[in-house]
């Protein structure tokens, strides 16, 4: 899993490029490095998909909880680029109901 992490001074936004698979395997490090983003910055947060090619569980997982710490600080989390199969995995799950997911044509 390559994970970019970079803040958008003009857009005063964390934006997140994945690359991979977020699964049980690149969770801890991925949830490191949003949380210090995050902590850096307390800011809305975005988050690229257009490379991801996998997520588990414990990617969802990881996911709402950055969520929670985003929404802390009064920020918003947005999912871009989603691939339709993967958006599949967040429709059943009712996490549609959650993120703002923009899915990949």
């Known amino acids: 899993m390559d994970i970019q992490v970079n803040f958008d001074d003009q857009k005063n936004k964390i934006l997140v490029t994945l690359d991979g698979d977020l699964d049980l395997n690149s969770v801890?490090?991925?949830?490191?490095?949003?949380?210090?983003?995050?902590?850096?910055?307390?800011?809305?947060?975005s988050i690229g998909c257009s490379e991801l090619r996998?997520?588990?569980?414990?990617?969802?997982?990881?996911?709402?909880?950055?969520?929670?710490?985003?929404?802390?600080?009064?920020?918003t989390m947005e999912i871009k680029e989603l691939k339709p199969y993967l958006f599949k995995i967040f429709d059943v799950t009712g996490l549609t109901n959650v993120f703002k997911i923009e899915v990949a044509e």
């Open 28 to 45: 801890s490090a991925f949830k490191r490095r949003m949380d210090e983003a995050i902590e850096g910055h307390k800011t809305d947060v």
């Open 54 to 75: 996998y997520i588990d569980s414990t990617g969802l997982g990881v996911l709402v909880s950055i969520l929670k710490k985003v929404k802390e600080y009064g920020g």
